[in-house]
């Protein structure tokens, strides 16, 4: 379990985390959603112990990284595939994290064997492509039989069929009970890989809720309504539920009110419709709604 | 032990020490063999086969030295180090321990290479090593290796970047302290406190030709290994700040 307690890390007056508590739960995987600039990796560094944080403070277990005697053992960790050097093999790279931690240089092979590394474990990493060194990467997260796993955008830069390769991973070392903590600042992506979400914004917690739950919350149902007595049909909608217009073509949007109901009541009122469509709000716009006050850089 | 396993292996696993010890090896012995070709007939010293591995080949073993931090900050494999060893101290020790002692070897290979050459190129000049101070010369030049090691990577954790790292290195060692020599009256007194002049009075003959001895004409007030002790608490002492800075800052 990853325990946040109020933490905070500013940078003179900027502030990256502004007292930002959480937990991380073992046996799931769970989201760590925001916008970029939002203060995921900073917060995960921060977890890792390569950040001090500037008040606050956060465990593993109870235990903070720097506290940790073979850390690899406990946590592994995947927070940018090219930490690296270029000229070093794959296992070379590997056999130092090995000896560090005291883990048997055997299980290089074997998380070679497990990312589908073992045929270009020889070649220097500087000429992997983006997925292979994420999954170099990934390799070395899992280097330990760790029981907490911390990935930062795992899936930025891959191709389908490796975005579903670390979805379908991540959910196997979850369900061996591990706890397993993905940043991403794609709802998404999050959607399909987490069950439970921590999303931030400009450093602040903004919910920590299950991925159902904040989904079922953000995406309400409504229904456009097009019809050229709109004036007369919104006054008597009105009285049912919330209506408000489309910024871009003025069809009415009526939430709290069934498509079903809605023609019933145009059909009594006598009122011609053009379009009457049940809609389903979208992930990207629900995550835009909520996080549009804290984005940090906006395009005008 | 484990983390100097784990330095060794990290070291080794790139080609820049590889590289650089063949540089050094090359320029050390090679600016040996240049003297000793050109030099009359019997007339080469022992004096003259250590001016390749004390000063050309040093410059190349600092760069070696910062190399070994500097691309760990560059490529950010100082972060994957501090994930694994969570104590930088302890880390970043490990790594001066084996990269010191590589330093020191390749200086007593290159010092030793270097006489060698000279015995070979010119067989009737006097190169036996009889006298303390002639052991000191060219056995001695290991021990200033490993100490520059070390003033090295202090230099390269404080400044992380290789471009800056080295190009301080090579003006401070090579130019800087030279330098501070030409300022009248007070310089040489200066010089008597700069650690790459102690470095080089460390290794001083004495005897017949001082004045051919790189820091001849400083009036040094510490005695020869004085001096090298000197240099060596320089090396330490910037490495401890080094090591304090590198623990508080944000890896």
Redesign the interface.
């Known amino acids: 379990m990853i325990q946040a307690v109020r933490l905070r890390k500013h940078y003179g007056r900027t502030k990256a985390v502004d007292d930002l508590s959480f937990t991380v739960k073992p046996g799931r995987v769970t989201g760590f959603l925001g916008p970029n600039g939002a203060g995921k990796s900073t917060t995960m560094?921060m977890i890792?112990?390569?950040?001090?944080p500037t008040s606050g403070d956060v465990t593993i277990d109870g235990k903070y990284?720097?506290?940790?005697k073979q850390?690899?053992r406990k946590v592994g960790?995947l927070?940018?595939a090219?930490?690296?050097?270029?000229?070093?093999?794959a296992r070379?790279?590997l056999?130092?994290?090995a000896?560090?931690?005291?883990i048997p240089v055997s299980r290089v092979n074997e998380v070679l064997e497990i990312v589908g590394l073992t045929e270009v474990a020889h070649k220097k990493a500087g000429g992997f492509s983006l997925g292979m060194a994420q999954r170099l990467g990934i390799a070395?997260a899992l280097l330990g039989d760790p029981e907490v796993l911390l990935f930062d955008e795992p899936v930025n830069g891959l191709d389908p069929e490796g975005i579903l390769w670390i979805r379908q991973f991540m959910h196997r070392l979850a369900d061996e009970g591990r706890t397993v903590f993905v940043s991403s600042h794609l709802l998404s992506e999050m959607a399909q890989t987490a069950q439970d979400l921590i999303v931030i914004g400009k450093g602040q917690l903004i919910s920590q809720t299950t991925t159902e739950q904040f989904i079922a919350d953000a995406t309400q149902d409504h229904v456009r309504v097009r019809s050229p007595h709109a004036v007369k049909l919104r006054e008597i909608l009105v009285a049912h539920g919330t209506v408000t217009e489309d910024a871009v073509d003025g069809a009415l949007v009526v939430h709290g009110i069934p498509a079903q109901q809605i023609g019933e009541i145009a059909a009594e009122n006598q009122i011609v419709l053009h379009e009457l469509s049940p809609q389903r709000g979208s992930l990207e716009e629900a995550f835009m709604q909520l996080t549009k006050e804290s984005v940090e850089y906006h395009a005008h | 032990m484990t983390l100097l396993a784990v330095e060794r292996i990290k070291l080794f696993s790139t080609r820049s020490p590889y590289w650089c010890s063949a540089l050094a090896l090359i320029l050390g012995v090679g600016l040996t063999a240049i003297i000793a070709g050109t030099t009359e007939t019997g007339h080469m010293s022992i004096g003259l086969t250590q001016l390749g591995s004390s000063q050309l080949a040093l410059a190349v073993v600092l760069v070696m030295s910062a190399l070994a931090v500097t691309t760990e900050y560059r490529f950010s494999t100082i972060r994957a180090t501090f994930l694994a060893v969570p104590n930088r101290i302890s880390a970043l020790v490990a790594k001066t321990v084996v990269v010191a002692f590589i330093a020191g070897v390749l200086g007593e290979i290159i010092a030793f290479g270097s006489w060698g050459i000279a015995k070979v190129m010119s067989p009737t000049s006097d190169l036996a090593i009889n006298t303390g101070a002639e052991w000191r010369h060219v056995a001695g030049v290991g021990l200033l290796y490993g100490i520059g090691a070390v003033l090295a990577i202090a230099v390269g954790i404080l400044i992380r970047q290789t471009a800056g790292a080295v190009a301080i290195l090579l003006v401070w060692n090579m130019l800087l302290e030279g330098l501070i020599g030409i300022i009248p009256k007070v310089g040489v007194k200066i010089q008597a406190w700069l650690p790459f002049q102690n470095a080089n009075h460390f290794l001083q003959l004495g005897g017949a030709d001082p004045a051919e001895q790189p820091g001849a004409g400083i009036d040094f007030k510490l005695s020869q290994w004085g001096s090298l002790a000197y240099f060596a608490g320089v090396a330490v002492a910037l490495l401890v700040v080094a090591l304090i800075v590198a623990k508080r800052r944000d890896a």
């Open positions: 560094r890792l112990g390569l950040d001090t990284y720097s506290e940790l850390p690899l960790a927070l940018d090219k930490w690296v050097h270029p000229n070093r093999s070379s790279h056999k130092w994290m000896v560090s931690n005291k070395g």
